[in-house]
């Protein structure tokens, strides 16, 4: 039988996605491409947004249009927090939440035998331990994989559902980890990213065991993490999904800078320049401390990539605010700015504060703030050039006669090249800024 797959979302979803498409090939199901005709569709959902629950709702329809017999499944955060209004489209015929990724492939099985609706979903405070979904052995991509470690959040952020749609903080074995970084490192996968919904939680839950290695390392949290893989053999980099500056500061990070195979970028979202947003929001930092964590990054290395998340017409923010915004853009020089309008989500905090801002207003804002951004990537760039940078690019796809890849910094690159130099790294000086990254030289031995 073919199954077709519809990912929305995080680095995590699409983690979770791959780890799916295992299951069902080893059970001897066809993967197909999305477009295509399938006897199953399983939509992996998002609920960041009311966007992204719209998006998860429109292709439910596609799909079902596409092949009125197929079975169609929906999982994911938009299913674990709004069930019934998933259940209510005919369209549907299983509802799983997160904590049932791992055994959606039973519940169809299930439903072709008696083609009856199903939901299957535990609520949050369930959602005890870590579930791990087997050792990911392959990608889409030839050249990335994402390495799940973590699960949950419980920092519970004024405008995020996610700590209602991922439940508490579960943290993967270290042992479970290194295996599939090897797995996948042996397969030829040049580039691990380490991924989760907070991957600064790593371990910090109670009981979470610690191996006794750890003992001796003194050392704990991602940081172990990264160490036992730097210390893997191979010709491959570890790259950092993301940080929340809620739960690290300076002291944490400059831990991580020892590890040579590690990325010299970090996502680092701050999501208001406002510290009085910033505490609405139940962000626990400031201006200053995220400044400073700029600062140990780029002291180590002056060309260190930072991008960032930030949210626009949070409930209150004023003129005052944005411009706080706008200040910490061009004080830190993000490489890359993600700009989000601020998306009211029933069961929040922040979905009962007075002062909801006008859609017009945040309209505005949203412009303003991904031109700032752009601003500051060219800024960026250009001191990249100046500074005469010379980069490890891998090299991954054509485009229009060039070859194109991302450096240890994330920047997108260009150069002239051949297919020889796909899938592999190369030194490559930066020249100048060109489309969204900037134009490379290789330098060959």
């Not at 994911?76 to 005919?90: D, F, W």
């Not at 001796?216 to 210390?231: A, F, S, T, W």
């Not at 626990?284 to 017409?313: A, C, M, N, S």
Request: aromatic share 8%; hydrophobic share 30%.
């Amino acid at each position: 039988m073919k199954v077709a797959f519809h990912t929305l979302g995080c680095k995590v979803n699409q983690y979770e996605t791959e780890a799916m498409k295992e299951q069902f090939l080893q059970a001897g199901y066809e993967i197909v491409e999305e477009e295509e005709p399938a006897d199953i569709y399983i939509i992996n959902t998002c609920t960041v947004t009311n966007l992204a629950d719209r998006k998860s709702r429109q292709y439910i329809r596609r799909m079902k249009k596409q092949c009125p017999e197929a079975v169609v499944a929906v999982t994911g955060c938009y299913a674990q927090v709004r069930s019934e209004e998933l259940t209510s489209m005919e369209e549907v015929d299983i509802v799983t939440g997160t904590g049932e990724k791992q055994t959606l492939l039973g519940y169809i099985e299930e439903f072709q035998k008696n083609r009856e609706r199903q939901q299957h979903i535990r609520r949050y405070e369930e959602l005890g331990t870590y579930e791990d979904q087997g050792i990911i052995t392959s990608m889409e991509s030839r050249t990335r994989a994402y390495i799940k470690i973590q699960e949950g959040c419980n920092r519970f952020c004024a405008y995020c559902l996610i700590p209602f749609a991922r439940g508490q903080v579960r943290s993967r074995k270290p042992e479970e980890i290194v295996e599939e970084a090897r797995t996948l490192i042996n397969a030829g996968f040049k580039e691990l990213i380490l991924t989760g919904i907070n991957t600064a939680l790593y371990g910090t839950e109670d009981g979470f065991s610690w191996p006794k290695a750890q003992e001796e390392d003194d050392i704990n949290g991602i940081q172990l993490i990264i160490k036992r893989i730097n210390q893997l053999e191979g010709d491959f980099r570890i790259r950092l999904s993301s940080l929340e500056p809620t739960v690290i500061d300076a002291d944490y990070v400059k831990r991580l800078l020892p590890y040579e195979k590690l990325c010299p970028h970090l996502h680092l979202s701050i999501q208001s320049g406002s510290n009085r947003i910033l505490k609405l929001m139940n962000r626990h930092y400031d201006r200053q401390e995220y400044l400073q964590i700029v600062k140990t990054l780029k002291d180590f290395d002056p060309g260190y990539g930072i991008t960032t998340d930030i949210i626009v017409g949070f409930p209150g923010e004023t003129e005052e605010d944005f411009q706080d915004s706008l200040d910490m853009i061009e004080r830190v020089g993000f490489c890359k700015v993600h700009g989000f309008r601020y998306s009211k989500r029933q069961g929040t905090a922040a979905a009962d504060m007075k002062e909801q801002i006008d859609g017009q207003v945040k309209n505005q804002r949203i412009d303003r703030l991904l031109e700032a951004g752009e601003r500051a990537a060219q800024t960026y760039f250009a001191g990249c050039a100046k500074r005469k940078e010379v980069r490890t690019v891998l090299f991954e796809e054509e485009e229009d006669g060039l070859i194109t890849g991302y450096s240890e910094t994330y920047v997108k690159v260009y150069a002239q090249g051949s297919r020889q130099d796909l899938n592999q790294f190369r030194k490559v000086k930066l020249l100048e800024s060109y489309r969204d990254g900037m134009k490379g030289e290789i330098l060959y031995e």
